[in-house]
């Protein structure tokens, strides 16, 4: 009797933290794309273990500048574009949206191609097609499923990240070497050690993520409030604030942890495989996975295949949702993944117009690195003065009312601002 009411009780539990969990889940899953898995794979094939302490130490940086973004779309109602029109004149607002579309752009592109590429080494058969299908599919889900749906699909695609666990534990791992590397770091200043390090921080830090989870927070806040009069709306920035402060909390931090924690797998994986046997250049995540086959067996190159396709169908959609958010609300356009398309024509137009140039420019002969370059670039100039302005919104009493951020969010929020800074004067100098 007390096993099963012991045990029921611990279902309850373990429903009430999934419930929890959603736009801060979803968003630090995407952030290990296609393009960060090869990232990661780069940084493990060429400096082994050496990285490892990256993912520890930008950990608490992406908790706090997330919390900031889901904390200003969670009392204002609004996504981060729209809070962002009153802390900058609007045709800065308009060109950092106008970059973020032209990276996430590339990016999708270069996710969609790793996506096609992982699948021909599963089963064989034209690239190319898979291509096609995968950035037709994620186009058609976008638009004709509502979000309350489509969030359970991509919360269950989060589960594919564990491939990467599980891949770690398929190969022999030295962990003594790997724990002295991680917690003593041995740092070595030259230009390609530079170049990694910066690739890395930009990778785990995108503006995109900013985007995404502020507005998710407001749409949240929009379906919670449907049913409420007037008056209860007027009241509701303090009630909800307070209610949701602990979720937001738990789904953020959750996100970021496990983003960061399957990035530190990925390295020690091709660290102990790819590196250990001379193979020092990755271009491409599929090329990791392929390179992974001859040295470390079928099953893990299979597990680290099934991730690339997953962690792309998350996170694609998210990329070119965040950039139809930002777009939409910074011409004071409806958008919303929960209206029909006829509801918000500017809206779907944004991610659909991102995702199909993504997808054309996946068919081309483009180089997906030279791509991913580009997009690290473009998000290096505009995640700084956009950092600003969030730290300036969410500080704001104006805007936040008595929800303004507490003296340790700013603190962290700060520091992450200071650490892309650095990032970016570094990779503007290492690159050019």
């Given at each position: 009797m007390t096993n099963a009411s012991g045990n029921t009780g611990n279902a309850k539990t373990?429903?009430?933290?999934?419930?929890?969990?959603?736009?801060?889940?979803?968003?630090?899953?995407?952030?290990?794309d296609p393009s960060g898995i090869a990232t990661y794979s780069q940084g493990g094939a060429q400096f082994g273990y050496a990285l490892g302490w990256t993912m520890f130490l930008t950990t608490p940086f992406m908790i706090a500048i997330q919390l900031v973004s889901a904390r200003i779309g969670a009392v204002t109602g609004q996504?981060?574009?729209?809070?962002?029109?009153?802390?900058?004149?609007?045709?800065?607002?308009?060109?950092?949206?106008?970059?973020?579309?032209?990276?996430?752009?590339?990016?999708?592109?270069?996710?969609?191609?790793?996506?096609?590429?992982?699948?021909?080494?599963?089963?064989?058969?034209?690239?190319?097609?898979?291509?096609?299908?995968?950035?037709?599919?994620?186009?058609?889900?976008?638009?004709?499923?509502?979000?309350?749906?489509?969030?359970?699909?991509?919360?269950?695609?989060?589960?594919?990240?564990?491939?990467?666990?599980?891949?770690?534990?398929?190969?022999?791992?030295?962990?003594?070497?790997?724990?002295?590397?991680?917690?003593?770091?041995?740092?070595?200043?030259?230009?390609?050690?530079?170049?990694?390090?910066?690739?890395?921080?930009?990778?785990?830090?995108?503006?995109?993520?900013?985007?995404?989870?502020?507005?998710?927070?407001?749409?949240?806040?929009?379906?919670?409030?449907?049913?409420?009069?007037?008056?209860?709306?007027?009241?509701?920035?303090?009630?909800?604030a307070h209610k949701d402060s602990f979720r937001i909390e738990i789904d953020t931090i959750t996100g970021m942890v496990l983003s960061n924690l399957i990035g530190f797998f990925i390295i020690v994986t091709t660290g102990a495989?790819?590196?250990?046997?001379?193979?020092?250049?990755?271009?491409?995540?599929?090329?990791?996975?392929?390179?992974?086959?001859?040295?470390?067996?079928?099953?893990?190159?299979?597990?680290?295949?099934?991730?690339i396709i997953g962690t792309g169908l998350l996170a694609v959609p998210v990329l070119a949702g965040s950039a139809g958010y930002a777009v939409a609300e910074s011409f004071g356009w409806e958008g919303s993944l929960e209206l029909p398309a006829r509801g918000a024509p500017g809206f779907y137009l944004t991610v659909a117009a991102a995702t199909l140039a993504g997808l054309g420019a996946a068919l081309t002969p483009l180089d997906p690195i030279r791509m991913l370059f580009w997009s690290a670039v473009v998000n290096g100039i505009v995640a700084v003065p956009l950092m600003v302005a969030m730290?300036?919104?969410?500080?704001?009493?104006?805007?936040?009312?008595?929800?303004?951020?507490s003296r340790a969010l700013l603190i962290g929020g700060w520091g992450a601002t200071a650490l892309m800074a650095v990032v970016v004067a570094a990779m503007l100098v290492t690159s050019f």
């Amino acid at each position: 009797m007390t096993n099963a009411s012991g045990n029921t009780g611990n279902a309850k539990t373990a429903k009430r933290l999934l419930r929890m969990l959603g736009p801060g889940l979803v968003t630090g899953a995407a952030d290990d794309d296609p393009s960060g898995i090869a990232t990661y794979s780069q940084g493990g094939a060429q400096f082994g273990y050496a990285l490892g302490w990256t993912m520890f130490l930008t950990t608490p940086f992406m908790i706090a500048i997330q919390l900031v973004s889901a904390r200003i779309g969670a009392v204002t109602g609004q996504g981060l574009a729209a809070n962002l029109d009153k802390a900058m004149p609007r045709s800065v607002l308009h060109g950092v949206v106008g970059l973020l579309l032209i990276a996430n752009t590339l990016n999708i592109a270069a996710d969609i191609a790793a996506m096609g590429d992982a699948l021909r080494l599963v089963a064989g058969g034209p690239m190319l097609v898979y291509i096609a299908l995968f950035g037709i599919g994620c186009v058609a889900a976008e638009i004709l499923i509502p979000y309350h749906t489509y969030s359970g699909y991509l919360k269950t695609l989060t589960l594919v990240l564990f491939a990467y666990v599980a891949t770690a534990f398929t190969v022999r791992i030295p962990w003594g070497q790997v724990l002295v590397a991680t917690f003593i770091p041995q740092l070595s200043w030259n230009r390609d050690f530079t170049l990694m390090l910066v690739a890395i921080f930009g990778t785990t830090i995108s503006p995109y993520m900013f985007f995404w989870q502020a507005s998710l927070e407001a749409e949240g806040r929009k379906l919670r409030s449907k049913a409420k009069d007037a008056a209860a709306m007027a009241a509701l920035p303090n009630r909800l604030a307070h209610k949701d402060s602990f979720r937001i909390e738990i789904d953020t931090i959750t996100g970021m942890v496990l983003s960061n924690l399957i990035g530190f797998f990925i390295i020690v994986t091709t660290g102990a495989t790819l590196h250990a046997h001379g193979i020092a250049q990755i271009d491409t995540a599929a090329q990791a996975a392929q390179a992974l086959r001859p040295l470390a067996g079928p099953l893990a190159f299979f597990l680290f295949a099934l991730g690339i396709i997953g962690t792309g169908l998350l996170a694609v959609p998210v990329l070119a949702g965040s950039a139809g958010y930002a777009v939409a609300e910074s011409f004071g356009w409806e958008g919303s993944l929960e209206l029909p398309a006829r509801g918000a024509p500017g809206f779907y137009l944004t991610v659909a117009a991102a995702t199909l140039a993504g997808l054309g420019a996946a068919l081309t002969p483009l180089d997906p690195i030279r791509m991913l370059f580009w997009s690290a670039v473009v998000n290096g100039i505009v995640a700084v003065p956009l950092m600003v302005a969030m730290m300036i919104v969410v500080a704001s009493y104006k805007i936040m009312g008595k929800f303004a951020a507490s003296r340790a969010l700013l603190i962290g929020g700060w520091g992450a601002t200071a650490l892309m800074a650095v990032v970016v004067a570094a990779m503007l100098v290492t690159s050019f």
